[in-house]
């Protein structure tokens, strides 16, 4: 099998799992990703994020991650629901966080995915990353193919928008590598006129420590004053330059069961957020993305909401 089939074995197989795109680049060390991330750091803004600083070459570099790595296949996972909160003064939720959380759905996928490669290609070393390692993954997307970075720096696909989760194998399997696909963001700016904290300063380019969702979830401090009354009722995420989106008009419903909303979450109103205990918290959160900001976090932002 030459690399060209090997690519579309792959392919096929991601789309049995359920990834809605599958695209592949050639292994290779990110000079431009990592001057600019250089730069990005240097100007502080991963705000508080200090993970961000950690293994800078790991970032740069699959080789350090895989040994020999030759190929990084490069996948997304449809996330998007037209569900909503029922009380629309109910303080909200990021649509990601809404079902079961993303890191364990995918990276299951993810290794069934990397297994059948090795019981079809022998001993292929390989590692599967979804937002849980240091790996560029909007660069090697786009290197790959499935789309390009946006002015609000989301990877934005042409068919169907930006609501997707993305995940990665880097492997020492030769594939044959895609090629990258033209920016189609032109002249719109509604991601940067739209963002209240204006956190996306200039095209493609976002202040981390001044984005909504880095506010309600990174943050362990107290939520800076200066910022009070901009967050428009988020309270975990923010989905505000993705919702504003022109492509994302072309967004579809997802199809992983796992993703569902949880009807509790879409049914407690404003007032029941407001009194949430932490056996209930708990309870609707449990495997659940959210217990990422934890019960005292939550109550932090709702509160800040409703000062």
């Not at 799992?17 to 100007?43: P, V």
């Not at 990084?72 to 009380?87: G, H, K, R």
């Not at 020492?172 to 032109?186: F, I, N, R, W």
Request: hydrophobic share 35%.
């Amino acid at each position: 099998m030459d690399y060209s089939d090997r690519s579309v074995f792959v392919k096929k197989q991601a789309q049995i799992l359920g990834f809605e795109n599958c695209g592949i680049s050639t292994s290779c060390f990110l000079d431009e990703e990592a001057h600019r991330l250089e730069k990005w750091l240097n100007q502080n803004k991963h705000g508080s994020m200090s993970y961000m600083n950690n293994h800078f070459d790991l970032r740069t570099d699959p080789s350090k991650l895989v040994d020999g790595a030759k190929s990084v296949i490069s996948l997304t996972y449809n996330y998007y629901t037209t569900a909503t909160q029922n009380d629309p003064e109910a303080p909200k939720i990021s649509k990601y966080a809404l079902g079961r959380d993303y890191h364990k759905v995918i990276k299951k996928k993810l290794k069934q995915l990397l297994e059948v490669i090795r019981s079809e290609f022998g001993d292929v070393n390989g590692r599967c990353f979804v937002d849980s390692g240091p790996v560029l993954e909007r660069a090697w997307a786009q290197k790959s193919g499935l789309g390009w970075i946006g002015k609000n720096t989301m990877l934005l696909t042409k068919s169907k928008g930006s609501f997707y989760f993305l995940a990665e194998i880097i492997t020492d399997l030769q594939l044959e590598a895609d090629s990258a696909v033209k920016d189609y963001c032109g002249s719109c700016t509604k991601c940067i006129d739209a963002c209240p904290t204006d956190a996306i300063y200039e095209p493609y380019r976002v202040d981390g420590s001044k984005c909504i969702s880095y506010f309600t979830i990174e943050l362990k401090d107290s939520i800076p004053e200066e910022v009070k009354g901009k967050f428009e009722n988020w309270m975990f995420g923010c989905d505000i330059c993705q919702d504003v989106c022109p492509i994302n008009s072309r967004a579809s419903e997802h199809k992983e069961y796992q993703f569902r909303p949880k009807q509790e979450i879409l049914e407690l109103t404003k007032g029941d957020w407001i009194e949430i205990t932490e056996d209930v918290f708990n309870e609707i959160f449990q495997g659940s993305a959210v217990k990422r900001t934890g019960f005292e976090g939550l109550k932090r932002n709702i509160a800040f909401l409703d000062q």
